[in-house]
């Protein structure tokens, strides 16, 4: 299940800006990506925004035209274990990084169902309130 809240402006523009707040079962997804796939038949083409802190952002230079989207969304968070510097990051960090893991159910990205309608606005907030069950 999930909700989807949208509000826009009414100027008439080429490319929509997009941006939003995402959350999963009330909580902020604090790391991941949200992309908007045309529908099959739909012109425009994939684009993608970067959610941090709970929050992404398309700017309209790369936004999206009116039609009709296909939403996949992934979150990312640290397991707590560590993964073995390889030769590259033992030179440039030193250190070993964690290993994260997407946690954002199926039915958010592989199994996607969500779509939104874009309308020739020049701004539109699209939140999604992603509940787990």
Do not use: H
């Amino acid at each position: 299940m999930w909700v989807a809240t949208l509000a826009g402006c009414s100027k008439q523009a080429e490319k929509t800006a997009v941006s939003g707040v995402v959350s999963l079962d009330g909580e902020p997804v604090e790391d991941g990506q949200v992309s908007f796939e045309p529908v099959q038949g739909e012109s425009g083409k994939m684009e993608f925004g970067i959610i941090v802190d709970g929050t992404y952002s398309i700017p309209a230079e790369f936004g999206l035209v009116p039609g009709e989207y296909l939403v996949r969304i992934t979150g990312n968070r640290a397991t707590g274990k560590k993964a073995k510097p390889d030769a590259f990051t033992e030179a440039s960090q030193g250190a070993s990084l964690d290993i994260m893991e997407q946690y954002i159910p199926p039915q958010f990205n592989t199994g996607s169902s969500l779509k939104v309608q874009i309308d020739p606005v020049e701004y539109l907030q699209q939140d999604f309130e992603l509940i787990s069950e």
